[in-house]
């Protein structure tokens, strides 16, 4: 069946702007995640929704990111005010319970 | 939160060596994962393996929940097995939450 999918898979964004990175889970998964990758790390948590709950946020680095999940299937994280250090990939990942956990491919975000 | 080392950090191989990954986590698990991450950056999963030894191939996985440890074994290593591979753990108690830990970077050379 279709994995995660990701769009756009690459986003160029000059400083200051905002910009709207797009999921869609796997049909059916209730929990949804954000990681970042910044070059040459491991992916790092961001935030965590079990349907349309957003349970723990914890992991955003800033109020500039915030993430919804209004339906409980697709999710969009959103920068404002985007800086150099946002640059990275940003990583969806959903799961139906613990049987493990499926990543989209990524966006790719370079800020200029 | 928990902590998840890998190592070695690095390494090279010649194409049809053999070599073992570990992983040491710091606190009981009860999901544990083995990702891929190959040259485009895509995370493809290879095991899915909170305890016990699986096999797939060339390759295979080993948790030992009770030690806190897992191994990835490849053997005859192929030049498309390069790039960094993830172990990635759910510890035990929370929710899904996924902690990658720090990977190792696999270069196999022919």
């Known amino acids: 069946g279709a994995g995660v999918s990701q769009s756009p898979r690459y986003k160029v964004a000059k400083r200051g702007q905002d910009v709207a990175l797009r999921c869609d889970p796997i049909?059916?998964?209730?929990?949804l995640f954000w990681y970042q990758q910044a070059l040459g790390q491991g992916p790092e948590f961001l935030t965590y929704f079990q349907n349309e709950a957003q349970l723990d946020k914890s992991g955003l680095p800033s109020d500039r990111f915030f993430a919804e999940r209004p339906e409980g299937s697709v999710s969009t994280l959103k920068i404002q005010r985007t800086q150099q250090e946002d640059s990275a990939v940003y990583l969806c990942a959903s799961s139906p319970d613990s049987t493990g956990t499926s990543f989209g491919p990524g966006t790719r975000l370079t800020v200029t | 939160g928990i902590q998840v080392e890998q190592s070695p950090p690095d390494l090279i191989l010649q194409e049809g060596a053999n070599s073992t990954l570990r992983c040491n986590f710091s606190d009981s698990v009860n999901n544990l994962q083995w990702f891929h991450q190959n040259p485009w950056g895509q995370l493809i999963n290879l095991f899915y393996?909170?305890?016990g030894t699986k096999q797939n191939g060339r390759l295979s996985a080993t948790t030992v929940a009770t030690e806190r440890y897992s191994l990835l074994y490849i053997s005859s290593s192929q030049t498309t097995d390069s790039g960094v591979y993830f172990c990635a753990v759910v510890r035990s108690g929370g929710y899904q939450k996924v902690t990658f830990g720090t990977g190792t970077k696999l270069q196999v050379i022919p």
């Open positions: 049909s059916g998964h209730v929990s």
């Open positions: 393996i909170p305890s």
